[in-house]
């Protein structure tokens, strides 16, 4: 059974971090990009971050400079790093597996998704 599960998130001060983690069952990770996604209420789905399957590293304006994508393939698992966390950041992150080249800004091209994991900031 294929299988994305993110963990991680969870309630942190403005300022503070959170180390959110993506871990698949089912399928080697090795030759796919992971892509995070956020949705906070009454918006829209919105990319956040995407490390492909070489290592490289895509980041979105807003998070560039606080978030780290970083990838263990031994442990088939894809982390995200979030410091400085700021209450925009609150929504539910998702975690998307792409088997193309390099990495996608569609959320159509992603094969496989998590269940989502909240991240609130706040105060």
């Known amino acids: 059974q294929v299988q994305l599960v993110e963990s991680g998130g969870g309630l942190v001060q403005p300022g503070g971090s959170l180390r959110l983690s993506c871990a698949a069952s089912?399928?080697?990770?090795?030759?796919?990009?992971i892509g995070w996604f956020r949705q906070a209420p009454g918006k829209e789905r919105e990319g956040v971050s995407c490390?492909?399957?070489?290592?490289?590293?895509y980041y979105a304006d807003s998070v560039k400079g606080r978030f780290t994508g970083s990838r263990d393939n031994a442990k088939n698992t894809v982390y995200l790093q979030m410091n400085s966390l700021k209450p925009e950041d609150t929504a539910v992150y998702y975690c998307?597996?792409?088997?193309?080249?390099?990495?996608?800004?569609?959320?159509?091209?992603?094969?496989?998704w998590g269940q989502g994991t909240q991240v609130t900031v706040s105060s």
């Open positions: 998307a597996a792409f088997a193309g080249l390099g990495c996608s800004s569609a959320l159509y091209e992603y094969d496989y």
């Open positions: 089912g399928f080697t990770l090795d030759y796919y990009a």
């Open positions: 490390i492909s399957s070489d290592g490289s590293t």
